[in-house]
Structure formats: C-alpha cells, structure tokens
C-alpha cells in the first residue's frame, strides 16, 4: 500500500512542473535540469546524449566552478589579503591545520591531495541541495573513482616515503622478533584484505548517504505534490530535508577526507620509528606497542 | 507465476524490516558512541573538539553498516 502511494505520489509529481519522477524500476530522484531538458525535447539526440553522461558533466562543472574560485581568489595576490582571498587563505589554512593535526608537522605535504578531495566532494555534495541541479556524488560511478584515487595515492606515498621493503614490512604487521615474524604470513592477508576493502567502504559510504537522502528528499517532495488535491497548493514539506542534506553534504565529505588522512597517518607512522631507531631500546618498545594498537 | 508473487511479496515483507532491524542497533551503537563523548567531553571541556573529530569518525564507520544495508535494500527494491 506504501509502494502504492508512493508510486502515485511519483507519478502526480511527473505531471507537476519540478519534484520527483519515477526512473524505469528505480528509486525516485529529483528533477535536474537534463532531465528536465529531455522532457521538453524527448526526440533531440543531443539532449539524449546529455542526460546519459549526467553525472560527467555535473562533476566538471563543480570542477569549473572550483578552479574558477580558486582564480578570483588568486588573481591580485597580496600579502595582506582582502575579500575573496580571505575566505579562501581562511579555507586552506583551516584544511592545513586539520591535516596536521593527525599526520603530524610533516602532514603539509598532503594538504593539497586531502584538501581537493574534500572540496570537490563538499561542492558535489552541495549541488544536490540547489534546485535543477543534481548531485553527481549520488551516483556508484562518481564515488568509486574518488575512493580509487585515495587508494592509489596512499599506497604509492607509503612506497615512496618508506621504501619498497620499509612498505612490505609494514604490509606483514612490521614484525621485529621471532613471534612477529612467525606471524607475518597471516598478517600480510590481513592487511591484504583490509587495505583493499577500504576503497569499498569509502565509495559505498559516501555514495549510499548521498543517494539515501535523494531519494528520501524526492519521495517527500512527490508527496507534498501528492496532496495537493486534498489542499490545492503543493506544500514544500521536504523543507526539513534540505537542512538534514547540508548536514550530510558536509559530513560526508568531512569524513571521506578525515578516513584518507587517518590512513596516511596509519603508513606514516612507521616513519618515526625509523627515524628514533637510535633511541634507548626501552622507549623504542614502548612505541612499537602503542602503534600495535592503532593497527 | 505464483512463485514469482510469493517471492514479491516475502521480499515487500522483510525489505523494510531487515532495515528497521539494521536502523535499531545502527542507533544503539550511535547512542552508546555519542553518549561517551558526550561524557568525555564533560569531563574535559577544553578538548571538546578532538573527541568531537573522533566522534564523527567513528559514527562515520559505526554509520558505514547500516549504509550498506540501505544500499541493498534500494538495490533490491527493484524487484519488488
């Protein structure tokens, strides 16, 4: 009866000028602008074309838009900034601090990579909250790259700041006794499986949250749609919602980036301990136990 | 054909409750998480925003879960 009603309240919304429509067997989404550019011309091949490649070109226009910011802000440099370059000094700075509040004073190098992820991510997630506009973060095929991307580049920063053996040392649970050694197998599949589902559980996180709360937010505008013939104006009652998606927009993009640092931090960590080899034996131990248990 | 529709209809039956059922101890685990911060930021006011930051982490990876589950569910409900 639920799917019923709400199927209706899909379709009512069809016929109305924005809200929900309902996708051949899918969930309702709200209507962006392509999609509404293919309803009023159903038979042009151009508009066609668009609407399959939808979420390419909503992530390069957040890119354009990002770089495009970026200029404004860049474009009179000067030591005493004004206006736009102010917000966006103020932005990085806060995006450097974070960094290096959990890699450590050497985390600036990692400030650009962390910092673009979070900003494309936060503006994609926000494009759902505007009107017309859609949210290419809601789609599987936007948010496995990002994951794949932060995969690759811990990775190869793990193979180049440790080293290839200094990296598979780390890969068998850095052992340095016997015991540690005689474990090595079993821990290089675990960390195996552990490094690879963790691109995984990114893309599916941030892209579960997104579309979740599309799809929450298109079924309570299809309703507020759905009863207007009991009051006769559409009454916009996914307003709640639109806060719930801010909320969310920056959450998850907060998160993705937090979980790309955290796994930076993880392979840097073994840094120090080359680093401090030299030290007393005693705080050497110590600190190979406290990183233990971090991993 | 009759199979198809009590396979229809097991599936409109336990889609929603398997996800009541992940939304219940998803937020059993948030509460116990957040109440601890809750708890250790009262204790420590000063360093509110660390454990807030690990806060969100966790809820993050506790809130991971019943994602996956929601994500199924949407998947499924295609078949419905």
């Not at chain 1, 990085?92 to 991510?121: A, H, M, N, Q, R």
């Not at chain 1, 505007?130 to 948010?143: E, I, N, Q």
């Not at chain 1, 892209?207 to 749609?225: C, K, R």
């Amino acid at each position: 009866m639920l799917f019923e009603s709400v199927a209706w309240a899909a379709e009512t919304a069809e016929h109305g000028t924005e809200a929900a429509h309902h996708a051949e067997g899918g969930a309702p989404h709200i209507l962006n602008i392509i999609a509404f550019l293919q309803k009023l011309f159903p038979d042009s091949h151009f508009v066609h074309f668009l609407h399959q490649h939808e979420n390419i070109l909503f992530t390069v226009f957040c890119a354009i838009l990002i770089s495009f910011f970026c200029w404004l802000g860049a474009r009179h440099r000067q030591m005493i900034p004004r206006g736009l370059q102010n917000c966006i000094e103020m932005l990085f700075e806060g995006l450097d601090k974070f960094v290096c509040g959990i890699i450590g004073p050497k985390g600036t190098k990692y400030t650009p990579f962390v910092g673009s992820v979070f900003l494309y991510i936060l503006i994609n997630n926000l494009m759902g909250v505007v009107p017309l506009m859609h949210s290419a973060t809601s789609a599987f095929t936007t948010t496995l790259p990002i994951a794949l991307a932060v995969f690759f580049y811990v990775q190869l920063t793990g193979i180049r700041e440790l080293g290839l053996g200094g990296y598979l040392h780390h890969l068998v649970g850095s052992p340095n006794d016997l015991i540690g050694w005689m474990l090595a197998p079993l821990l290089l599949i675990l960390h195996v499986i552990g490094e690879l589902a963790r691109p995984l559980s990114l893309a599916l996180r941030l892209f579960g949250n997104i579309s979740g709360e599309h799809v929450l937010m298109a079924i309570f505008m299809g309703m507020g749609v759905a009863i207007t013939g009991v009051i006769k104006v559409p009454a916009p009652i996914h307003f709640p919602f639109l806060f719930l998606g801010l909320l969310t927009s920056f959450i998850q993009a907060f998160v993705f980036s937090l979980l790309t640092t955290i796994y930076l931090a993880l392979l840097l960590s073994h840094e120090h301990e080359h680093d401090e080899a030299h030290g007393n034996d005693q705080h050497k131990t110590e600190q190979s136990l406290g990183i233990t248990e971090i991993n | 054909m009759e199979n198809a529709m009590a396979f229809q209809s097991m599936l409109s039956i336990f889609l929603p409750l398997s996800l009541a059922i992940v939304g219940m101890f998803a937020a059993l685990a948030l509460g116990k998480a957040v109440s601890a911060a809750m708890d250790a930021t009262a204790r420590q006011p000063e360093a509110a925003g660390k454990i807030l930051v690990n806060m969100i982490a966790g809820c993050a990876l506790i809130e991971a879960l019943a994602i996956y589950a929601l994500v199924f569910a949407i998947m499924t409900s295609a078949k419905i």
